[in-house]
């Protein structure tokens, strides 16, 4: 079992920046992938990167390539995600979720922990 824990939220302005943390329990976060997905009010949860168990594969979706970087640190049980130049699309909570597989899915049903997600919100 993994507990996963989202902080590093708030409220920043357009083309300002965030750094969102995931602390996992547990001595296997090192054997997960691990995603981060979105989800704004009305709208399906969404992709937005994830990072293989070792950190040395990492995939993005189109809509932050370019402006968000994914990282873990496996001595601290924690993954990242570097959001950059943010804007008013970007704004959702923000879910960190763990994987056992070696697909580094895109899609929600392949993980199988869930954070409570950290909410983003982004003033223009």
């Known amino acids: 079992q993994v507990q996963l824990v989202e902080s590093g939220g708030g409220l920043v302005q357009a083309g300002g920046s965030l750094r969102l943390s995931c602390a996992a329990s547990?001595?296997?976060?090192?054997?997960?992938?691990m995603g981060w997905f979105r989800q704004a009010p009305g709208r399906e949860r969404e992709f937005v990167a994830a990072?293989?168990?070792?950190?040395?594969?990492?995939n993005y979706a189109d809509s932050v390539k370019g402006r968000v970087t994914v990282s873990r640190d496996n001595a601290k049980n924690t993954v990242y995600l570097q959001m950059n130049s943010l804007n008013p699309r970007d704004e959702a909570v923000y879910y960190c979720?763990?994987?056992?597989?070696?697909?580094?899915?895109?899609?929600?049903?392949?993980?199988?922990?869930w954070g409570q997600g950290t909410q983003v919100t982004v003033t223009s």
């Open positions: 547990g001595r296997t976060f090192s054997l997960y992938n």
């Open positions: 979720a763990a994987d056992r597989g070696s697909s580094m899915a895109e899609s929600t049903g392949p993980y199988d922990y």
């Open positions: 990072i293989s168990s070792s950190g040395m594969r990492k």
